[in-house]
């Protein structure tokens, strides 16, 4: 079994920063995919960015150039550091680490971050 726990979410105004940390605990295995999802209220749930524990990132076309994974896989967080931000990001914003070998993810519960403009 896997536990994350999300932390740093907050409000914060138009063009202001924000910084996410997820960590998880449990059964790592090494070889994973860490992430960061959103979800509106009304929408689906969409892909932030992941990073593998390779290093290798990937980041939704709305977010490039102003938010950065990175990882410590020797803690086994994930961190999220958002600038610029807009209303848009307003969201819930969902750890995710996904096992390719077990083909599983687990979920955090959740971190509020709520833009103003």
């Known amino acids: 079994q896997v536990q994350l726990v999300e932390s740093g979410g907050g409000l914060v105004q138009a063009g202001g920063s924000l910084r996410l940390s997820c960590a998880a605990s449990g059964s790592i295995f090494r070889i994973n995919t860490m992430g960061w999802y959103r979800q509106a209220p009304g929408k689906q749930r969409e892909l932030v960015a992941t990073i593998t524990s390779g290093n290798n990132t990937n980041y939704a076309d709305s977010v490039k150039g102003r938010f950065t994974i990175s990882r410590d896989n020797a803690k086994n967080m994930v961190y999220l550091q958002m600038n610029s931000l807009k209303p848009e990001d307003t969201s819930v914003y969902y750890c995710?680490?996904?096992?390719?070998?077990?083909?599983?993810?687990?979920w955090g519960q959740g971190t509020q971050v709520t833009v103003s403009s």
């Open positions: 995710n680490i996904y096992f390719p070998s077990w083909t599983r993810g687990y």
